[in-house]
């Protein structure tokens, strides 16, 4: 007999709304202000067109964050609606020791310590964002948005293409104002992103805790470079 694929059932519209805004560039936790490298690659001369970056953000979508950013929000995401702080602990400590250069380590930080402060405007009396603000030396952008999206009430899957998304859209602008592109250029990269997301994401909930890893050798280079960068735009 065929197999019969269900249909998925809709998102709640509520889920929705509240993912859309956990991937919206006005979250105020600053990630329109970082480039991940992208700046100096640029600088470097490894990005000068459309096609160049997109190839650049590509890769760094299935070689970093499918390895390490998602696969680390999807275990996150679990850790926080289990109530297994351990878990969540270690997760940071893991996120933390892989950003290869002291501005990714910094960026994270950040970003995480501004959710948090965002969080606490909704939803001051969950137990879990104390635990979540106390991490120390600083809750990291992967495990802080796993316990928004934990509240959204959105399946895993849809969590984490909103945080894949986030990225991409953060990445695109960085894209226009670095190489720099026109808007229509950005928006065909965009669409390369979208494209590759679902599969990153796939791959990324698929990873056992033994194959999470961040191995980005050029980039870690190319932000180490871009600490001491004469001009600059961005802060990674």
């Given amino acids: 007999m065929p197999r019969v694929i269900r249909p998925t059932p809709p998102l ?3 889920a929705l709304l509240q993912l859309m805004w956990l991937a919206s560039p006005a979250l105020p936790v600053g990630g329109f202000s970082y480039s991940e490298g992208l700046e100096s690659a640029v600088e470097s001369g490894a990005v000068t067109d459309e096609a160049g970056a997109g190839d650049w953000l590509v890769d760094q979508l299935q070689i970093g964050l499918a390895r390490s950013d998602l696969a680390v929000v999807a275990r996150a ?8 702080h351990d878990e969540v602990h270690a997760l940071n400590d893991w996120f933390a020791a892989t950003r290869e250069s002291s501005e990714l380590r910094r960026q994270t930080e950040q970003m995480g310590r501004s959710l948090v402060e965002w969080l606490k405007i909704r939803r001051a009396d969950d137990p879990a964002l104390a635990v ?4 120390a030396p600083a809750p990291t952008w992967p495990v802080a948005f796993a316990l928004a999206a934990s509240h959204t009430g959105a399946p895993l899957r849809e969590a984490l293409l909103a945080f894949g998304f986030g990225w991409a859209e953060n990445m695109v602008q960085s894209a226009l104002k670095a190489v720099p592109l026109g808007q229509s250029a950005g928006q065909r990269v965009l669409a ?3 494209d590759a997301l679902p599969a990153a994401v796939d791959h990324a909930r698929a990873l056992a805790d033994s194959e999470r890893q961040a191995h980005t050798p050029m980039l870690a280079i190319l932000s180490a470079q871009h600490e001491t960068q004469y001009s600059r735009l961005f802060r990674s």
Avoid: I
């Fill in 12 to 14: 709640a519209a509520g």
């Fill in 77 to 84: 995401h679990a850790a926080w609606q289990r109530g297994d």
């Fill in 132 to 135: 979540l603000a106390r991490l």
């Fill in 192 to 194: 390369r992103l979208a």
